[in-house]
Every structure is written in structure tokens, then in C-alpha cells.
């Protein structure tokens, strides 16, 4: 059976594909030969050279390593002929063309057997080689143009033995390019089917060409599908993979018995599987899009052309295509709906990603500051936090983007069925009816008015209850839009806002990076001019000297010479001796600028106090012995024998009948009643106590009483006649807007008028409160719907639209309007003077502690002294009694010879030392204010506080104005406790706004003392300091200090630890102390524990 299979003429069996462009030329270059006959080894010797690359690499353009540009080679004449046929065999043309090389044959056998076989002269020196080497050259650039650069050189110049399977087609490469060039043919199938439509201008040929157009747009669905299933196969098995795998691991580690070097290797294997299972949901994820992507631009294409057929045709004769224009609008909206949640899928996958790179980032930058890494690395660390946290944004922007167009092919696909069930309807009421002859004019007219009377359709009103569902859908829809927009707006508003302050940092930054580069540029030209002047006096001294070589006799030169100033002469008693390091210089030496050397020898530390240790020789026995057990307690009484009771079913209870004030809840218990007095159990004896305060337990337990569920608000109006037109007063978008707000609104106008009248929350919310004010009728849409109430008949007046008698309704509340604005604003006080009072205390209370802080002036102390140390012999900067505080976000900059620490950590060190009584400990306490303190107190400003003030003043008088309005116009019976609660709020509103206004102001006068305190100076072009210049000086000071005092808190702590161990040591080792554990069955032992038993009893 198998070799008749393998016999088959049909059979592919050892057949293989082959590359279609195996031999295909992606550029064209100019290729030029060579030939000559060499003739010590009777062969011709070809050269090739590529012509277009050795003039790119003459203008530089190809670099080393770029592909060969020159073969050569020798070629006998046998070889030559047997390329040809090569040759001859891809081109069949070349056959004439290859020139008569005979005479260069070598002489074999046969010349010697027939002499007349070589016609040409045996001297080579006769021979002519030129004309042959020429016609060789021409014959392969004729190869060349035919045959192929490619086929060519690999047939002459081949250099290894290449694999056949390098010509070979790829089978899965082979495949989804087939699949492709599928999927495109039914592409351009269906693209000519679509612009063929111009051509019908009758509707039966367009209704011909839409069924083609199905036909082919389920080829293309058929297709994509089979390709894209095609793709997603690879990454479904490897998901399923990946999970058994990771599933046997799991298993691995919770039942078998491991060691710990396995169990961490499987636990590393179980992640990299994870993380292949994850990568394969994602790829899966794309492909997904990519599918729907498809699908969803072919029916946008369908549903564009069909719209533009519908403005060719009239009514009657579109009304057939109708239903698939529908259709189409159902399946666009469905393939664009499925997707774009495939799409949010992707989104949401691409933050979560980035949001465990930025906490992988955060926490790998928390191990490097605690292994005190360079600022370099900090500083590009930063950068990748901030390009990570705008490819969140951006991301999350992309999501909500994404969300949208969900919400939006949502609604089309419940437009889409809305506008189907209506066609349906206006079907239904449009279709004829026939009724057979009537002879009666009489029964001719019951007739007709029976049928006017009579109810719609059953199929009508199904039809009209999925549409009311439909509606409400959409207005749920529109509402979730309206929180996703809110949503959207706040991150934008956020990043700007973030945004701002970046910048305005950088700007911060960027100054005070400019002011030390001016700096610097000072002290380079201050060197610079030391450097001339000691080259001027190099100078002069040198000719002085040769003057007095030259000039031998008696002369006196006289320099003029300066007086000392005082504070050179009385350096001994400036505050720097507190941190000299040299002793002090007698009377004899002359002074010296320069710092005393530091000496190897440490100052002699204050011996600790002797720590008391107590050494035990065994653990002490317990002081208390254990209780005892508590004796056993007395069981639950036995249960009565079945028929004990001699109970009686027509007997009267004993206990009278008890009736609650209200319905309380059930206990389902079994009831047991006596007859006998004399019954021995405990139900007998036992007398029920009174209940003293019932209302408390009619309160707790009483049954929940069931209110009525409240209908929506647009379900108390009342239903509209079918027969009668609506009439409408608003115009189409007001009118929408206000029923999809009525349609949100599950209450009653009585719960509205209540809520505003009394001033209560508890049933309407101030969102719903604010919406309605929002939404209330202008003058002119109240205007028209007065008049049409008071001009009208009741009739007319019940056909009003559902909008419009709301905004009647609402407006027939007494000053909704100034009630409501006044209710909402009592809010937005809260809010805004909550908000200022904050800002104020965080200004206060740093200025406060920037001024009172005894702690900050030790400190300050400390950076004034080691910095006139430093600046000493410098008349410019030393000798200085207060520094700019510019200065202290730099001193972290300044680093010792070593680079081991800076200038900070010494400050820190040397506080901790001779200021700390309590460094190391518990007890300690950080010196400066809280950095986050500093940095909250930057972002405020003055100018945005004073205009909140301002703002809120402003809009208080105007609720004040409203207040009394209200009052002016509501009637004793609508005035209270509106007006009571509005006077008081209004009354407190100003006591805190006055209170807070005089906070604000003694704010300002209080960072105008800290100005003034630390003599700042407002920037060139500024009229004062701002309070983000002073407060972000310090936050860097205050940040840097802090971190470098807790590492030094620290090591403080451990030297002390390690101190009093080692004062153990010697302790123990003095003593000689041995310490046994001790026998606890021993006879001593026993013997102790009860002399301590008996004690302690």
C-alpha cells in the first residue's frame, strides 16, 4: 500500500519548496573583468572588480567590513566550457556567444595520435592572447546582464560549499505568507465590490452588489480568521506550557521533601515560567487587536459607502436596504466595541508594567542611598523616575481615551436597537388594516370609534418597554461618561500642576547653579591675579638682587610698612579657638595664616562610669508557684423525660398575654408550657423579671417597617396621549440634557422642595442640589413655559414634554434659585477656608521655628565658625559675622581631601558630639525643623492666598445679599429654619474669615521677620523675597542634614554598644567567672525549688 502511495503521479513526497527571489538583486552594481592567459600555469586568469562599491569607498561612504569587492581566479579551458554550459543552461541566448578558446588547450594523447589535430603554432610566442582574453571579458558582461550578477560570481568565485537548505522556503514562513497574500486578495475583493456601488443607478443592481459585498466580507472575516488563529497557536501552547509546568513545580514544592538550594532553584524556575505564561497572554493580547483592527476598518468602509447609496435613493426605495444598513451599524459598533476593550486590555497591561518598573526603580534606589552611592547616579536615577511617570500619564491618558470610545460604542450599539425598534413601531402603526363590508352606516361608525378607543398591541407595547430600557440604559451611559471625563480632566489638571513645579524647581535650580558658576569664575580670576602679583614682586626681587650684585656700596633701602589691624592682632580671642586643633602658639612665634597641622593624636575621651553587671550562676526559680487546676463545676441540669410535664393541649397559659407598642421580630423557639406548680424543673421556679425601659427594646428589635420604593422623577408625570403631539418648549439639546438629569434622579419634587426649604442633606445630596441649580430654566425658557401654563387648557397643559413641566415644577419652588446657591456655597466656605487655614499654619509655624529654635542657632553657629575657619587669611570672605543661606544647599558639595565625607557631615558629627548630651540614644532629638515642613511651606504663595481672602470676602457678601433676599420674599411659612441656619452660618463665615484674614497677615509680617532675621535680600528684577526662595534653601539644608545625622546616630550607637561590650569582657575576664548549667534533677536543685516554693507560699 505505501510504495502504491509513494508510485503516485500526484505524490509530493520528497518535494520541496524553493525560494521564488533566491536570485533577485536588491541593487544594481557595475561589475568589470579582467582576463588574461597566464602561461606558467596554462590558465586564464580572471578578475573580477565591483566598480560601484570602490567608488563609494573613494567617497567614504562604505565602511570595513562592508561585502567583497574583487574575486579572482584561474580557470583552465575545460572549466571554462563547462561554465558555460552552466550558463547555457539559465540562459539559452548565451549559447553564440562564448568565443573559440580551442587553441589553448593542453596537448593530451590524441595530439600525438592525430598530428593534424592542433591547428594552432606550438610557439606561445606566435600565439595571440589578447583577442581571446577580450572576447572572454565581453562574453561575461553579457552573463552578467543575462543571467544575473549573483549566478554569476557564485559559479565563478565559489569560496565554500553553501547549504541547499539555504534555498530552501521556511514552511511557517511560507505559510503565513500565503495566509497574507489570502487575506489581501479578499481585501482588494471586497474594496472593488465597494467602489463598484457608483456604477448602479438602479436600487435591485445595488441590492445585487450588497449581497456580493456579505459574500465577501465573510471570505475576508473567514480568512483573517484562520490567519490570526494561525498566529495566536504558538503563544496558546506556550501559555498552557508554561502553566503545567509551573503547576508540577508547585506541586514539586508543597508535597516532596527538598532542600534548600533545590527549593530555590524551583522556585527561580516557577517565576521564569510565570513570566513566559505572561509574556504569551500579552503577545495574545496583540494579536487580538490586531484582528479586531481588521475587522472593524472593513466595516467602517462597508457602513460609509452604504450611508453615501442612502443620500442617492429616495424614502420608498431605500426602505428595503434599511434593515442592512441597521445590521451594519450593529456589527460595526460590536467589532469596534470588542476592539477597543481588547485594546483597554493592552493599556491596562502596559501600566501595570510601568508601574512595577518605577517600584522595582524606587526600591532599587532606596538600596543604593542606603549603601551611600554617588549623587551622579541618583541624579540619572531621577531622570528614569521621570520619564517612567510620563509614560504612566501618557498611558493612563491612552486608557481613559480607550474607555471613551467603549462608552461611546456602547451607546451606538443601543442606538442602533433603539432606532430598529422604532422603524418597527412606526411599522407596526403604519400597516393597513381590511375589514370586511359593513351595510350599517350606525356599526360603521362603533366601529371606528371602538377601534380609536382601543389599546395599542401587545407586540406595540413590548416593543415600547425594551426602548424605555434602552433609554434608561443610555442615560446610565451618558452619566458614567460624565464621571470618566471628570476623571480625565483631574490627572491632566494633576500633571500640569506637577509640571509647574518641576519648572519652577529647575528655575531654582538653574539660578542658583548660575550664581555658583559666577562664583567660581571669581575665584578663577582672583587666582589668576595672585598669580601676576607674585610673578610682579618674582620680578622685582630679582632685579633688586642683581641691583645690589652690580651696585656694591652702603645704601639703605626703606619699604613702607602697614600696621597690623586689630582683629590680626587679636586673633587669639576670636570664637574659632573652640574648634582649634594645635595648641596654642606662644608669645615668642610668630603668627602664621595658615591652620594649625592636625595631629595623629585623638583628644582623650571622658572614661565611661563603671557599668554594674550581674552575673548569674543559674536560672533563678520561679517566685510564684503555678495554680492549681479549678475544680471541677457542676453540669448543665439533665433534661426533663419525655411526658414529664403532663402538659394539656385545651389548658389555659399561665403568664397573661403581652402586646408590644409595635411589631417586633420573631424568636423561634420552642415553647414549653406547665400546668403543675409543683413541677420539680427550673422552668417551675423561675420568675421572669419586668422589663424596665421597653422603648429602648421596641427600638432595638422591632420589625424594619417596608417603605414604599420611590419611582424615578420622569415616572410621576403624567403618561402622554398617543394620538396628541408632545409639545416642546426647549430646544433638542436642553431638553436632552435636562431628561437624562431627571432620568439620574430616583426622588420626588416634595424631597427637592424639603431638602432646599430646610437646609437638610440627608436626603438630597449637594451634588444632586448642584446639578439642579445648574440646570434650572433661564429666564426666557421660564418665560415660555409660564405663558403656555397660564394661556393653555388643562389638556394642553398635560401634552407638555417631561423637561419642561420639571423646570416648572422646580421653578414653583419658593427661591429655589437663591436658596440653592446659597446652600452650595456653604460648602465651597468650608472647603476654601479649610484649604487657607492650612497654608497659613504651615507658614506660621516654620517661620516660628526658624526664629525661636535654639537648636537651628547652634547649628547656624556651627557653619558661621568652621566657614571663618576655612575663609581665614581671606580678606574677603573671613572675618565674617553671618553668611547668605545660599550657601547651605552647597555645603554638601564641600568634600575633604580624602572625598570621604563633606562639610555637612562633619557639622552633623560635630554637633552630635559636643552639643548632643543624648547622641546615640533614644533620647535624642533632631536639631532642625521637619524638611517636609520647609518644602510644603514653598509651595504657598502670598499672592494666591490674598486672592482666595479676597475671592471668598467677595463671594460671602453676595450669599449674605441672597441670604436676605430670601427672607425678604419667602412667607412665614417657608421662612424657617432656612433663615435661622443661613444667619448663623453666615455670621460664623465671617467671624472665620476675619479671623483668618488677620492669621494671613500676621503670616507675612512673620516671614518678613524671618527675612529681616536672616538679612536675605530680594533677586535682581524682584521687589521682595518670596517665601519659595527662603523655604526651599532650607529644605535642602534641612534634607541633607537630616539623612547624614541619622547615619551618624547610628554609628554613635553602635560605638557605645560595642564600648560597653567590650567593658563586659574585661569585667568578666578580672572576675574569672565560669558559668555551668546546672542539673535540674539534682538533689541541691529539688531541694532549693522547694525551699523557694515554701517561701514564697
Known amino acids: 500500500m505505501d510504495s502504491v502511495e509513494l508510485d503516485r503521479l500526484d505524490s509530493l513526497e520528497g518535494w520541496v519548496a524553493i525560494k521564488s527571489d533566491i536570485f533577485e538583486e536588491e541593487e544594481t552594481f557595475k561589475l568589470g573583468f579582467i582576463v588574461q592567459w597566464n602561461v606558467i600555469e596554462s590558465k586564464f586568469a580572471v578578475t573580477c572588480h565591483n566598480r560601484t562599491l570602490q567608488r563609494q569607498k573613494r567617497k567614504a561612504e562604505v565602511s570595513v567590513g562592508d561585502p567583497q569587492m574583487s574575486w579572482a581566479g584561474l580557470f583552465s579551458v575545460s572549466d571554462l566550457k563547462h561554465i558555460h554550459q552552466q550558463f547555457t543552461c539559465v540562459a539559452d541566448v548565451l549559447g553564440g556567444c562564448f568565443p573559440d578558446i580551442s587553441g589553448f588547450e593542453e596537448s593530451n594523447i590524441w595530439d600525438l595520435l592525430f598530428l593534424n589535430r592542433r591547428s594552432c603554432p606550438e610557439d606561445d610566442s606566435e600565439r595571440d592572447f589578447d583577442a581571446p582574453c577580450r572576447k572572454l571579458e565581453k562574453y561575461f558582461s553579457t552573463a552578467i546582464d543575462l543571467c544575473g550578477r549573483k549566478i554569476v560570481l557564485e559559479t565563478l568565485f565559489t569560496q565554500d560549499e553553501r547549504d541547499v537548505e539555504e534555498y530552501f522556503e521556511n514552511l511557517q514562513e511560507f505559510k503565513k505568507t500565503t495566509m497574507q497574500e489570502e487575506m489581501s486578495r479578499a481585501k482588494s475583493h471586497l474594496r472593488q465590490l465597494l467602489q463598484s456601488h457608483r456604477s448602479a443607478d438602479r436600487m435591485v443592481a445595488l441590492l445585487r452588489i450588497y449581497e456580493a459585498e456579505d459574500e465577501a466580507y465573510r471570505d475576508l472575516v473567514a480568512v483573517a480568521t484562520s490567519f490570526f488563529q494561525y498566529l495566536l497557536q504558538p503563544f496558546r501552547d506556550m501559555r498552557e506550557l508554561a502553566c503545567l509546568y509551573k503547576i508540577e513545580i508547585l506541586k514539586s514544592l508543597e508535597f516532596e521533601d527538598l532542600g534548600p538550594k533545590r527549593i530555590a532553584a524551583l522556585e527561580k524556575e516557577a517565576e521564569e515560567w510565570r513570566m513566559k505564561a505572561e509574556d504569551a497572554a500579552a503577545s495574545i493580547q496583540d494579536i487580538t487587536v490586531t484582528y479586531f483592527a481588521q475587522t472593524s476598518k472593513a466595516l467602517a468602509g462597508m457602513l460609509k459607502q452604504m450611508e453615501e447609496d442612502k443620500r442617492r435613493f429616495g424614502p420608498a426605495a431605500w426602505a428595503s436596504a434599511a434593515p442592512r444598513l441597521e445590521k451594519l451599524r450593529f456589527l460595526f459598533a460590536k467589532e469596534t466595541l470588542q476592539h477597543m476593550r481588547a485594546t483597554e486590555m493592552c493599556l491596562s497591561r502596559k501600566k501595570d508594567t510601568i508601574k ?499 537648636a537651628l542657632q547652634d547649628v547656624i553657629g556651627l557653619v558661621l565658625a568652621f566657614g571663618n575657619y576655612m575663609n581665614g587669611g581671606n580678606r574677603t570672605r573671613g572675618q565674617a559675622d553671618g553668611f547668605g543661606l545660599e550657601i547651605l544647599p552647597k555645603l554638601k558639595d564641600v568634600k575633604s581631601k580624602d572625598n570621604r565625607i563633606n562639610l555637612v557631615d562633619y557639622v552633623v558629627l560635630y554637633h552630635l558630639r559636643y552639643f548632643d548630651q543624648h547622641a546615640g540614644t533614644d533620647k535624642s532629638v533632631f536639631p532642625l525643623p521637619e524638611p517636609q515642613d520647609f518644602f510644603q511651606a514653598a509651595q504657598v504663595k502670598f499672592d494666591d492666598l490674598t486672592k482666595d481672602v479676597r475671592k471668598l470676602k467677595k463671594d460671602l457678601t453676595a450669599c449674605e445679599k441672597d441670604v436676605q433676599k430670601v427672607c425678604t420674599n419667602s412667607s412665614e411659612e417657608h421662612l424657617q429654619p432656612f433663615k435661622q441656619k443661613m444667619e448663623a452660618f453666615v455670621s460664623e463665615a465671617q467671624k472665620e474669615h476675619s479671623d483668618e484674614e488677620d492669621r494671613l497677615n500676621a503670616a507675612q509680617k512673620s516671614f518678613q521677620d524671618v527675612v529681616n532675621y536672616f538679612g536675605l535680600k530680594p533677586k535682581s528684577g524682584e521687589k521682595e523675597v518670596a517665601p519659595s526662595h527662603v523655604f526651599l534653601l532650607w529644605y535642602e539644608f534641612c534634607n541633607d542634614f537630616r539623612n547624614s545625622w541619622v547615619r551618624q546616630s547610628k554609628n554613635i550607637s553602635k560605638e557605645r554598644l560595642k564600648e560597653a561590650q567590650e567593658n563586659i569582657k574585661k569585667i568578666t575576664a578580672e572576675k574569672r567567672v565560669e558559668t555551668k548549667k546546672i542539673n535540674a534533677h539534682s538533689l541541691k536543685e529539688r531541694l532549693r525549688q522547694k525551699e523557694a516554693n515554701v517561701s514564697s507560699s
Not at 640 to 665: D, I, L, Y
Not at 719 to 745: E, N
Not at 808 to 829: K, M, N, T, W
Open 356 to 854: 512595577e518598573r518605577l517600584e522595582n526603580l524606587l526600591r532599587r534606589d532606596q538600596n543604593q542611598r542606603a549603601d551611600s552611592r554617588s549623587a551622579f547616579g541618583d541624579g540619572r536615577q531621577q531622570d528614569t523616575v521621570d520619564q517612567l511617570e510620563l509614560q504612566f500619564y501618557e498611558t493612563q491618558l491612552e486608557l481613559y481615551d480607550a474607555r471613551f470610545e467603549i462608552l461611546k460604542n456602547e451607546e451606538q450599539l443601543l442606538v442602533a436597537q433603539i432606532e430598529t425598534l422604532r422603524r418597527q413601531v412606526k411599522e407596526l402603526k403604519e400597516e393597513v388594516v381590511y375589514y370586511d363590508v359593513c351595510e350599517d352606516q350606525e356599526e360603521l361608525q362603533s366601529m371606528i370609534h371602538t377601534d380609536l378607543q382601543q389599546a395599542d398591541s401587545p407586540i406595540i407595547s413590548q416593543l415600547r418597554r425594551r426602548l424605555q430600557s434602552l433609554e434608561s440604559k443610555r442615560g446610565s451611559i451618558c452619566s458614567r461618561r460624565a464621571y470618566l471625563r471628570n476623571k480625565k480632566d483631574q490627572c491632566i489638571e494633576a500633571h500640569e500642576q506637577k509640571q509647574l513645579a518641576g519648572k519652577q524647581s529647575s528655575m531654582l535650580l538653574s539660578q542658583h547653579h548660575q550664581v555658583h558658576l559666577k562664583r567660581e569664575k571669581r575665584k578663577e580670576e582672583e587666582q589668576k591675579r595672585k598669580q601676576w602679583v607674585d610673578q610682579e614682586r618674582e620680578k622685582t626681587l630679582s632685579r633688586l638682587r642683581s641691583f645690589r650684585e652690580r651696585r656694591q656700596g652702603p645704601y639703605i633701602l626703606k619699604t613702607p610698612q602697614s600696621r597690623k589691624c586689630p582683629s590680626e592682632v587679636s586673633c587669639v580671642s576670636q570664637p574659632m579657638s573652640i574648634i582649634s586643633l594645635s595648641p596654642s602658639t606662644s608669645p615668642e612665634e610668630p603668627p602664621s595664616i595658615r591652620p594649625a597641622p592636625r595631629r595623629n593624636k585623638t583628644p582623650k575621651k571622658q572614661q565611661p562610669k563603671d557599668i554594674p553587671v550581674q552575673i548569674y550562676s543559674a536560672p533563678p526559680p520561679p517566685s510564684v508557684p503555678p495554680p492549681p487546676p479549678p475544680p471541677p463545676g457542676c453540669g448543665p441540669p439533665p433534661p426533663p423525660a419525655m411526658g414529664g410535664f403532663g402538659q394539656k393541649v385545651n389548658a389555659a397559659p399561665r403568664k397573661p398575654v403581652v402586646e408590644p407598642a409595635c411589631p417586633m421580630k420573631p424568636l423561634y423557639w420552642n415553647r414549653i408550657q406547665i400546668q403543675d406548680n409543683n413541677n420539680n424543673t427550673l422552668w417551675g421556679s423561675l420568675k421572669e423579671p419586668d422589663i424596665v425601659n421597653t422603648n429602648e427594646f421596641e427600638d432595638l428589635f422591632s420589625k424594619a417597617v417596608l417603605q414604599q420604593k420611590k419611582k424615578p422623577l420622569s415616572d410621576t408625570y403624567e403618561k402622554k396621549a398617543k394620538t396628541k403631539k408632545i409639545i416642546k418648549l426647549l430646544d433638542g439639546k436642553r431638553s436632552q440634557a435636562v431628561g437624562i438629569l431627571i432620568s439620574s434622579l430616583h426622588l420626588e419634587m416634595k424631597d427637592i422642595q424639603q431638602a432646599v426649604l430646610n437646609v437638610d442633606n440627608s436626603v438630597v445630596d449637594l451634588e444632586t442640589i448642584e446639578a439642579l441649580y445648574e440646570n434650572r430654566a433661564t429666564g426666557d425658557e421660564m418665560d415660555k413655559i409660564t405663558k403656555h401654563y397660564e394661556t393653555s387648557k388643562e389638556d394642553e397643559v398635560k401634552l407638555l414634554d417631561k423637561p419642561e413641566q420639571f423646570l416648572y415644577e422646580l421653578s414653583q419652588i419658593p427661591d429655589f434659585a437663591g436658596r440653592a446657591h446659597c446652600i452650595i456655597f456653604q460648602s465651597v466656605f468650608r472647603d476654601t477656608i479649610s484649604s487657607i487655614h492650612r497654608k497659613v499654619q504651615i507658614i506660621s509655624s516654620t517661620c516660628k521655628a526658624l526664629l525661636e529654635c535654639k
